[in-house]
């Protein structure tokens, strides 16, 4: 193995334990080795067989050192221009959390056009290993799931739970269905120090305690306790309001919780439960009223709507190739400031009258996007709670400000370290300036050319920088693009239907 090749495999596995949050030491133990042996790898210094670089790949989550097919690369030649039109498909993270609640259904939930992606294949793996019954109905991506009389919380598949930090979700229905149960630590993107501390002050009320050793939620629940009072979220997060909701869902008084969110998911979650039976009020708002069921055992068949951040993508997509697009489906409702501020910098498009989506409540429109002349926004651009700007959709802005005249200021608050990544684009030739972990300055224009670069391990600027390479003169490679699977459903065959040339390949 030359040493360039095993300087860069280094690299590749350095970043991979550092986008997980682990030491040298904490990779060390997980292999049973020692800190110095892993300080030559990260170095290139050290021979590796085949066998320890699969364990490292096994302990990372990362398919940078994975055994067999070896991970999926994209080879993109640009520049492009797309044309065509797309429809959204639906929301990623809708479908994970309609997932996690179908445990709260003791009969068959179906659910439809389900993302079929590698967060949720993980998801299934673990439903299935519980003993609930899982199987795709057709190709449309319709999900049909019935669980067990018992769920077999015992033989619950650890490594798929680990490489999911949805699996969190699940605390919130099986606190009904079991006095005491064990969670692994859950994964997924590493986005800096995301604590639990939320989750488990929305759950207490239910009698729920939580203690994390031994790589495991120990969970025991008090059916004693019940909420005496309002629930009041310390951190109006998506995934602590869903945990909520779905412990109230089978509380059966009334369960009032503030500071929730208002997101796309957990709007699509609430109709859910409403279709399960489920009293709230308030949905759409910070304050929910629920009120619970006994016993929950339906047949439902719930359609999740569409998805504002691939819509999002697409537009990213269209406006840095300067093309003119169709975007079918679009969830305007989680769109509408995205849009007032790309019209604040120039962008151009039509749109069409809305129209409900499947579930019955999501509004819809189309979107045909035109080239346009972008220049900086006056203010800084920065992420709020819906209705405000989407967290996951700031990533996106960093290359469409790439393509604007000016200079523009993005402060990405909410995560210690994912602004980091959106330097990358400097290595296909835009000029981004990391200001602290939180903020970067973007100048543009940017004449993007072609480059090879690492995934990043944060799904929303591994996409960015997919997306530059569109508009990127020559020929780019994204290595290691497992990250992009879990959130998006074949992204890049869909991209070529526009009129990308992108090619996936594996190394031999």
Known sequence: ??????????????????????????????????????????????????????????????????????????????????????????????????????????GRTTLRKVARIEEVNRLLEVLSSLGVQTRWLGDSGDLEIIPPHD????????????RTRSVIMFLGPLLHRSDSFDLPYAGGCNLGTRTVEPHMS??????????????????????????????????????????????????????VIRNASSNYMVQDLCFFLQRLGVQIDGVGTTTLRVTGCESIDVDVDYSPSEDPIEAMSLLAAAIVTRSEITIERCPIEFLEIELALLEEMGFLYDRTEEYPAANGHTRLVDLTTKPSALHAPLDKIHPMPFPGLNIDNLPFFAVIAAVAEGQTFL??????????????????????????????????????????LVCPPALRPAVVILLAMLASKGTSVLRSTY????????????????????????DI
Not at 151 to 162: G, K, N, T
Request: glycine content about 10%; some cysteine; aromatic content about 4%.
């Open 1 to 106: 193995m030359p040493l360039d090749y095993k300087g860069r495999i280094g690299n590749l596995i350095r970043d991979a334990r550092q986008h997980r949050g682990l030491t040298q030491q904490q990779l060390a133990e997980l292999l049973s080795t020692s800190q110095s042996a892993i300080n030559r790898i990260e170095k290139g210094h050290q021979n590796l067989s085949l066998e320890m670089l699969a364990r490292i790949g096994e302990a990372l989550d990362s398919e940078i050192v994975a055994l067999g097919g070896g991970p999926v690369h994209l080879r993109v030649t640009g520049p492009t221009t797309l044309s065509g039109t797309i429809a959204v498909k639906t929301s990623k993270n809708a479908g994970v959390a309609l997932l996690c609640a179908s445990l709260l259904n003791r």
């Open 151 to 162: 769920l077999d919380l015992e033989h619950i598949d650890e490594a798929a739970a680990r």
């Open 202 to 255: 929305a759950l207490r009320p239910f009698g729920l305690e939580v203690k994390a050793t031994d790589g495991s939620y120990h969970a025991s629940v008090d059916r004693r306790i019940e909420p005496g009072r309002p629930i009041v979220l310390t951190e109006r997060g998506d995934t602590v309001t869903e945990n909520a909701l779905m412990a109230a869902a089978l509380h059966p008084g009334e369960t």
């Open 411 to 452: 402060h990405d608050w909410v995560y210690e370290n994912r602004a980091i990544y959106l330097t990358d684009l400097n290595k296909l030739g835009g000029n981004v300036k990391l200001l602290d972990p939180h903020r970067v300055m973007i100048e543009g224009p940017t004449s993007f050319t072609g480059s090879e």
């Open 483 to 506: 990250v992009i699977a879990r959130g998006y459903e074949d992204l890049a065959e869909r991209l070529n239907q526009l009129g990308a040339n992108i090619e996936p390949f594996r």
